[in-house]
């Protein structure tokens, strides 16, 4: 049995590639590419007490800069400013298999002399929620996590970020497939989740949108 | 201590002195470094060649060191209850037979086989770069505190290979000469070999599986610098909060601590930031300090585990081993590091990592009265 957990979800997002969906206030954004998407983020704070400044994504992947998006756009649907006491955990299956390949197929091309390094630092799967991090200053604990799908794991481990000293919010973040849930949890509840339940569906039943 | 009181059960170590626990200890104790040249890959191109490999790893190839790793360690884990939650400390750097796309590692197969091997029903993966380890304890502490688990393995493996080689000398942090944590004349880390494993439950579960506490995992504390993915926090702000939260949930004062080990990777930027961050905690008090980096190498996601179990055998003798290479102390470090063996006075030991991301993490072990 399931504990309830003492804590809510205040807003999120949903990234399925390009096209951003907010849970909270149910406004959608398709953009053609990351820059696209960068100018209706931009375009989108323009009612937002709190505007992030988003001059550049500091060489990150693409993934990176969903992150970085989705963040901007989890605390605009929640209509929150961010604050530096801020948890991050990033939840999935897919580790950073990928960005191994991307480094390691560059630097063999290029002689196995010396590689890249902003492909190196994309190697860790901690470097897409970091890169939220410096964007909005979140200064709270951060990991990636991987527990083959079991759901439980991810909430228990919110529940325990609002244990630790400090930790006023938690940014849950889930990536599977190209898609990017980004949701936001203060203290409150008690909020019972069913087992099997994924960020998506837990923001579709909260939110009520279908 | 109270029935859920996190303690440590059990511990091993294969670095690059060896396996064993002791191999690694007594290494420590004699001020041995133990890197060699690395011809595991074509190492002309780089800075160095050195690194601390462990000694009888490769003997079937590069790529299969992460399984004769885990081998290696399943004899501690199996030391526990099948239903005792595997935590996995990795950079997820499913990076053996990268070369290979039919045998390539993802992130799930890396778990699925360390739970095969060690024999375990659940697990997890906590990857915070090169804080993985303490940020799995930290983790793992609160699910124990509060009840969520009463037991669990925590195991940690890297080993030294081409992919993370090159990126480290990529971002040219590798040490042209030798790895030297807190001496002014550092010139960067070493990268190493480890395997290592710690054994956690709560008392209570000890006290039923008659399992011997030999040391409390008293706290723990997490912060991110949020500042820029591989410099840290120039004057280590975040790091002090996370020191301070792991204090404040111990209830103890930077007095009561009686030893630091630190990151200490032997870059300039990593050892400046922890030093800062150690002095704005204690102040003008000179905590006894050292990094087991200039000794068995930096071993990323293991670092912390290899940090832990040193911490357990200090607490354990009561002594703190010399800082290995340590000739000129950085002016600031002088206060606190030493080529000398020293008497730890006091039964707490503090362990930190700091990792890309601006990742840190803290944990205090505690000796059991």
Redesign the interface.
């Known amino acids: 049995m399931n504990r309830p957990h003492p804590w809510h979800i205040i807003g999120g997002v949903t990234a399925d590639g390009l096209s951003f969906r907010t849970w909270r206030r149910g406004l959608a954004y398709a953009a053609e590419d990351t820059q696209d998407a960068k100018a209706k983020v931009s375009e989108a704070q323009d009612d937002f007490p709190h505007v992030y400044g988003l001059d550049n994504f500091?060489r990150g992947d693409a993934k990176v800069r969903t992150y970085i998006l989705a963040a901007i756009l989890a605390h605009r649907d929640a209509e929150v400013d961010s604050v530096?006491e801020t948890?991050?955990i990033d939840f999935g299956?897919?580790?950073?298999?990928e960005q191994?390949?991307n480094?390691?197929n560059d630097?063999?091309e290029h002689g196995?002399?010396?590689?890249?390094?902003h492909l190196?630092?994309g190697?860790?799967?901690?470097?897409p929620?970091?890169?939220a991090?410096?964007s909005?200053?979140?200064?709270?604990?951060?990991?990636?996590?991987?527990?083959?799908g079991?759901w439980p794991?991810l909430w228990?481990?919110v529940?325990?970020f609002f244990?630790?000293?400090?930790v006023r919010r938690v940014m849950i973040c889930h990536y599977e497939s190209d898609k990017l849930t980004v949701l936001l949890a203060e203290p409150g509840g008690p909020l019972d989740i069913p087992d099997g339940t994924d960020p998506e569906s837990l923001a579709r039943r909260i939110f009520n949108a279908d | 201590m109270d029935d859920r009181t996190p303690v440590i059960v059990d511990c091993d170590l294969y670095t690059a002195f060896g396996p064993g626990v002791e191999a690694c200890w007594n290494g420590l104790l004699q001020n041995h470094a133990a890197f060699s040249d690395c011809s595991r890959f074509?190492n002309e191109?780089f800075s160095t060649a050195l690194a601390a490999m462990a000694p009888g790893a490769d003997v079937n190839g590069t790529q299969e060191i992460p399984g004769f790793f885990l081998e290696y360690l399943a004899a501690t884990a199996k030391k526990m209850p099948r239903d005792a939650e595997l935590f996995l400390a990795s950079?997820?750097?499913?990076?053996e037979y990268?070369?290979n796309p039919e045998r390539?590692c993802?992130?799930?197969m890396?778990?699925?086989r360390a739970l095969k091997v060690c024999d375990k029903e659940?697990?997890?993966?906590?990857?915070?770069?090169c804080?993985?380890s303490n940020?799995a304890f930290?983790?793992l502490f609160?699910?124990i505190?509060?009840g969520?688990l009463d037991s669990a393995v925590v195991i940690g493996t890297d080993y030294v290979s081409?992919?993370i080689f090159?990126?480290f000398?990529?971002?040219r942090a590798l040490a042209r000469t030798i790895a030297r944590p807190y001496d002014r004349n550092r010139d960067g880390l070493l990268l190493g070999d480890a395997a290592s494993i710690v054994n956690i439950c709560s008392a209570k579960k000890a006290a039923e599986l008659g399992l011997k506490p030999r040391a409390i995992l008293a706290s723990g504390?997490?912060?991110?610098?949020?500042?820029?993915?591989?410099a840290p926090m120039p004057h280590g702000e975040?790091l002090s909060?996370a020191i301070v939260?792991a204090l404040?949930?111990a209830g103890l004062t930077p007095d009561d601590i009686g030893a630091v080990i630190g990151h200490g990777t032997g870059t300039r930027y990593n050892d400046d930031m922890e030093l800062q961050a150690i002095r704005r905690v204690f102040g003008e008090r000179s905590v006894p300090m050292l990094s087991v980096k200039g000794a068995c190498g930096h071993t990323l996601a293991g670092a912390g585990l290899v940090e832990a179990v040193v911490g357990v055998r200090m607490l354990e003798t009561g002594l703190i081993p010399p800082q290995t290479s340590l000739v000129t102390p950085e002016p600031e470090a002088a206060r606190y590091v030493s080529a000398e063996i020293r008497k730890l006075e006091k039964p707490r030991v503090l362990c930190m990592n700091s990792?890309?991301?601006?990742?840190n993490?803290v944990i205090i072990l505690e000796a059991v009265s």
């Open positions: 500091r530096r948890a991050i299956r897919q580790g950073c298999h191994n390949l480094y390691f630097y063999r196995r002399h010396l590689g890249r390094g190196f630092v190697t860790l799967p901690t470097t929620p970091c890169e991090a410096i909005l200053k979140l200064t709270g604990p951060c990991f990636y996590m991987n527990s083959l079991r794991v228990n481990e529940s325990c244990e630790m000293p400090g | 074509h191109k950079t997820v750097g499913e990076i990268i070369d390539r993802t992130c799930d890396l778990l699925e659940n697990g997890r993966i906590v990857s915070a770069a804080a993985s940020s930290v983790s609160r699910h505190r509060s969520r081409e992919f090159s990126g000398a990529t971002l504390g997490m912060s991110c610098d949020a500042v820029h993915i591989t975040a909060e939260h404040n949930e990792g890309f991301g601006g990742l993490a």
